[in-house]
């Protein structure tokens, strides 16, 4: 795994200078620690407190996982494991959070926002129900691996004044004092191994009801032409707000809804909404939607939503559907016969979270793309880091060679813009541009660029 593995338990927590992870690109724990501190003082400096919630997870049996695959396939499942946590951050936390790999086989994930007991241990059940499906390796030569990942996890609230390192080290003696099984629920270092703030049968209910009621919002981010900066479209993005556990963003959603036999209905019904709403843009702009693995499994896919264009009367024309690695490594051969049925109609296909983990490179030889969408982990950097550069300026001469059009994502700095539009990148999406918004906003945003 790059590094010698450690286990979360080895005192003194010492600082090695291991401020960034060359396998998952995450930042080390030296970065960890002073970012916590960061905001800490921002809160003493306003007299606000400082509500740091945690979470520490340890993967099991590395080294056993590592003995019978080979490391290199740890260090992908690793690898799938971070994105996995990434994406769950960005879509469930607020604007104030952080992952990082804090030893080889542990991770610490920490946001600076006000929340109840109830909400930091929902988000830890369901980040841990996400890290516990299957990971699909795909093999050229060699039979598929499928690797299951155990985590134990231990959550905190800090106290006012608490100093970082005191938040991590009482983290990790919670793991360290915890019953190993645990029935995959976390435990606070307070000792407490509470019981789910909403049981599962209770939220599939719960989103029964609110798909029912239509109260799944869709919000919409902007996407902008890098040349002349005019907005070119938005992808749509699904929100639920649960009256007890609060904001659920799109990753926790899916898994509700997969889980409980409504992922298909949800689905239909978030494309519905979306493209009634995007027949009354100008003609000029495109909608972007994310397709799920189970879309991708349905053989009546391409047709059903060929039948929702027509009643929607929304052109095919204007229409990207976002896919990733994770929807298409079961079986890439009926996606890709998928996809080119869409394509069939005018529908654009894009390669979505691009970077963000080991892509397989078959992808771009077997689907019918027109779009690689860079994940925010390839732009991070590319202002300050030649390394990060040279990436990026690779990445866009292999898509225009095979004629593909690169979209960034995760733009929030103007030197950011900058470079992506200088290198090639034909638009991007970010904070910079804007968070994502209502329909309402969106209509307002675009009618005055």
């Keep these: 795994m790059g590094r010698a593995q450690m286990t979360p338990f080895d005192p003194p927590f010492a600082n090695d200078g291991f401020d960034h992870d060359p396998l998952t690109d995450l930042i080390g724990m030296g970065s960890a620690l002073s970012r916590i501190a960061a905001w800490q003082a921002r809160a003493a400096r306003h007299n606000e407190q400082a509500p740091i919630h945690a979470m520490l997870l340890c993967f099991e049996r590395f080294s056993a996982l590592n003995l019978a695959f080979g490391r290199a396939v740890g260090d992908r499942a690793l690898v799938a494991a971070a994105g996995q946590m990434l994406n769950f951050a960005r879509e469930e936390l607020g604007s104030q959070w952080l992952v990082a790999r804090i030893t080889g086989n542990t991770f610490l994930i920490a946001v600076n926002e006000p929340m109840s007991r109830k909400r930091w241990q929902w988000l830890a059940e369901e980040l841990s129900c996400a890290l516990a499906q299957p990971i699909e390796m795909p093999g050229e030569a060699s039979p598929a691996h499928q690797i299951r990942l155990r985590q134990r996890t231990a959550l905190s609230r800090s106290t006012p004044g608490e100093e970082p390192q005191r938040v991590l080290t009482r983290l990790a003696e919670a793991l360290e004092t915890s019953s190993p099984p645990m029935g995959g629920m976390p435990v606070w270092v307070d000792g407490a191994v509470s019981p789910p703030g909403r049981g599962a049968a209770q939220l599939e209910a719960d989103l029964l009801a609110a798909l029912e009621g239509d109260e799944i919002e869709i919000l919409y981010q902007p996407q902008f032409a890098s040349d002349s900066g005019a907005i070119v479209g938005a992808e749509a993005l699904a929100r639920w707000r649960h009256p007890q556990i609060g904001p659920i963003g799109a990753v926790g ?55 929702t264009l027509d009643v929607t009367r929304f052109s095919p024309h204007r229409l990207t559907l976002e896919i990733t690695e994770q929807e298409l490594v079961r079986d890439l051969e009926s996606s890709a016969r998928i996809l080119r049925a869409l394509t069939g109609l005018g529908i654009a296909i894009a390669l979505d979270d691009f970077g963000a983990g080991f892509c397989n490179f078959r992808y771009l030889k077997v689907l019918p793309l027109k779009y690689l969408k860079l994940d925010r982990c390839m732009v991070d950097d590319i202002a300050t880091d030649p390394r990060d550069l040279a990436v990026l300026r690779g990445i866009v001469a292999m898509a225009q060679a095979l004629g593909l059009e690169v979209v960034a994502e995760g733009i929030e700095h103007d030197a950011q813009r900058q470079v992506v539009a200088r290198e090639g990148c034909s638009s991007w999406q970010g904070f910079l541009g804007s968070e994502p918004i209502s329909s309402a906003r969106f209509r307002a945003l675009a009618a005055g660029s």
């Design 253 to 307: 959603l899916f898994a509700i809804a997969e889980r409980s036999g409504l992922g298909a209905p949800l689905s239909r019904r978030i494309v519905r909404a979306a493209l009634d709403e995007a027949h009354t843009w100008p003609g000029h702009l495109r909608l972007s939607l994310n397709v799920t693995a189970a879309d991708l499994a349905d053989r009546n896919f391409a047709n059903r939503l060929r039948s």
